[in-house]
């Protein structure tokens, strides 16, 4: 199943894990309950983002101990709350 994103109004963005076919229904909020809109993400941020993130990842993990294993092992694997990225808060 892929990850959707999801926009709640008073919380701020947040990733769901879903079926392909309710994709488009509405999610509720795992913070306030509240109903959730779909959001899209532009595709050619992603293309703008990924490498920044690359480097971001790359400097914290030369801070610490490699650990090859540990990448996935600290991530909740649903109801995430992401800092809301700028070109949400820009209409
Ligand atoms: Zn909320």
Redesign the pocket.
């Known amino acids: 199943m892929p990850f959707y994103e999801f926009m ?5 963005p ?1 990733e769901e894990l879903r079926p392909m076919a309710d994709a488009s229904d509405p999610a509720a ?6 109903e ?1 809109r779909r959001v899209f993400s532009p595709p050619g941020l992603a293309l703008l983002t990924r490498p920044l993130r690359c480097a971001l990842e790359r400097e914290e993990k030369s801070a610490h101990e490699p650990d090859v294993v540990g990448e996935k092992r600290g991530r909740p694997m649903s109801h995430r709350h992401a800092p809301a990225p700028s070109w949400v808060l820009a209409h």
């Open positions: 709640c109004e008073g919380c701020g947040f909020c795992p913070a306030c309950g509240g959730a």
